[in-house]
């Protein structure tokens, strides 16, 4: 018995070992070195002088630093919480739909998703575009009749950046709410 749990504790040992091995070469040692690094005020080649915790404090007193910061927290604001919640509520609909309907529905929501971030930004300058865009026959009226160039308007810039990233990536959150009510 003894030494059946300790043949099972190698063999488990030695199928674990290339998993332990390539994790621990590819994200641990990375990992480790970053933060001794990060610890230093080395240039871009070459060694640095240890400086313990001066490049945290100095970061931490940045403006622009804090400004990418606060646009982060604006960005996922925007785009997590509703992207979830658009997604869920297109998920218990087309799960209601029965047949080819489901599969076209579906399919119209994850079309976006498998299209390169290039072509996304394409797309989406074209539609925004302040002379030739086919939005701007909507944000025409709601601007007074003057056009408005949405990617270049601070105000605007975050939303719209928010909304192309919400289109373009519900569909894979949809197959997953779809996947998980199926198993419900």
Not at 57 to 84: E, G, H, Q
Not at 136 to 152: A, K
Not at 178 to 183: D, E, F, H, T
Request: no cysteine.
């Amino acid at each position: 018995m003894l030494r059946s749990k300790r043949s099972e504790y190698i063999t488990a040992a030695v199928l674990m070992a290339p998993f332990v091995v390539i994790y621990g070469v590819l994200f641990v040692y990375p990992t480790v070195k970053m933060v001794q690094l990060s610890l230093t005020n080395a240039p871009l080649i070459g060694a640095g002088k240890w400086v313990a915790l001066d490049n945290y404090f100095r970061l931490a007193s940045d403006r622009l630093f804090s400004v990418a910061i606060w646009n982060t927290i604006y960005f996922v604001v925007l785009s997590v919480a509703p992207s979830t919640l658009l997604a869920l509520l297109v998920a218990l609909g087309v799960n209601r739909l029965k047949g080819w309907t489901q599969s076209v529905v579906l399919a119209a929501f994850f079309l976006p998703y498998i299209l390169p971030v290039s072509v996304v930004f394409r797309i989406w300058a074209w539609m925004f575009d302040k002379d030739f865009g086919v939005a701007q026959y909507v944000i025409g009226p709601l601007n007074g009749g003057q056009h408005l160039s949405i990617f270049r308007t601070i105000p605007l810039f975050m939303p719209a950046v928010a909304f192309v990233t919400i289109w373009w990536l519900i569909g894979f959150n949809v197959l997953l709410f779809i996947a998980g009510l199926r198993n419900i």
